[in-house]
């Protein structure tokens, strides 16, 4: 699944059928979207503040709620600790999602159930993913001036007799690669 079938799918869902929002919509995401960042699922709902439904998007990094070209309200799976679902006549399926950032409530969401159990399943994978330990990255090219700095900065320690002349030049050698 791609972002655009993601979209597409719930504003059908959502039943907007404007071929503009669904642009804007995608457009909103993909500017935003982290290079390892994948869609997951995505289904319709509405924000308390807004009366008409929007879309909930589900990556591997955040839930998104999209409503008519406004910035989207972002919720890192990282945060979250819990999703549960109420059932409510005026406002039917409720997702309520607890996250460290806050809690966020999603009402008339279709298919709240599995929607929910997407959201806990990929929070789940998230917090895990974080609490690995990780190898360190490669040193990423250093900006001109960025590399200025560091050396600048590598110099007053030597000055000031923090670094001794074998620490200094090491350290200058990893910087300079």
Same mark, same amino acid.
Do not use: C, Y
């Given at each position: 699944?791609?972002?655009?079938? =993601?979209?597409?799918?719930?504003?059908?869902?959502?039943?907007?059928?404007?071929?503009?929002?669904?642009?804007?919509?995608?457009?909103?995401?993909?500017?935003?979207?982290?290079?390892?960042?994948?869609?997951?699922?995505?289904?319709?709902?509405?924000?308390?503040?807004?009366?008409?439904?929007? /879309?909930?998007?589900?990556?591997?990094?955040?839930?998104?709620? =999209?409503?008519?070209?406004?910035?989207?309200?972002?919720?890192?799976?990282?945060?979250?600790?819990?999703?549960?679902?109420?059932?409510?006549?005026?406002?039917? $399926?409720?997702?309520?999602?607890?996250? =460290?950032?806050?809690?966020?409530?999603?009402?008339? /969401?279709?298919?709240? $159930?599995?929607?929910?159990?997407? /959201? +806990?399943?990929?929070?789940?994978?998230? +917090?895990?993913?974080?609490?690995?330990?990780?190898?360190?990255?490669?040193?990423?090219?250093?900006?001109?001036?960025?590399?200025?700095?560091?050396?600048?900065?590598?110099?007053?320690?030597?000055?000031?007799?923090? =670094?001794?002349?074998?620490?200094?030049?090491?350290?200058?050698?990893?910087?300079?690669?």
């Amino acid at each position: 699944m791609d972002w655009t079938d =993601l979209i597409d799918t719930a504003f059908d869902v959502a039943g907007n059928s404007s071929s503009s929002t669904r642009a804007e919509a995608l457009r909103t995401v993909e500017a935003s979207v982290a290079p390892d960042e994948k869609p997951v699922a995505s289904t319709a709902g509405r924000h308390p503040d807004h009366f008409r439904k929007g /879309v909930l998007v589900l990556t591997t990094h955040r839930l998104l709620f =999209l409503k008519d070209g406004k910035p989207p309200i972002p919720v890192p799976l990282s945060a979250v600790t819990d999703a549960t679902v109420t059932k409510s006549r005026i406002n039917g $399926e409720v997702l309520l999602v607890v996250a =460290l950032t806050g809690s966020h409530r999603f009402e008339d /969401v279709v298919k709240a $159930e599995v929607f929910a159990e997407q /959201v +806990r399943a990929a929070a789940r994978l998230s +917090r895990e993913a974080a609490q690995k330990p990780q190898a360190a990255p490669a040193a990423a090219p250093s900006s001109g001036t960025d590399l200025l700095d560091q050396l600048e900065r590598l110099a007053a320690l030597h000055t000031a007799g923090a =670094l001794t002349d074998e620490e200094f030049s090491r350290a200058k050698q990893r910087l300079i690669g």
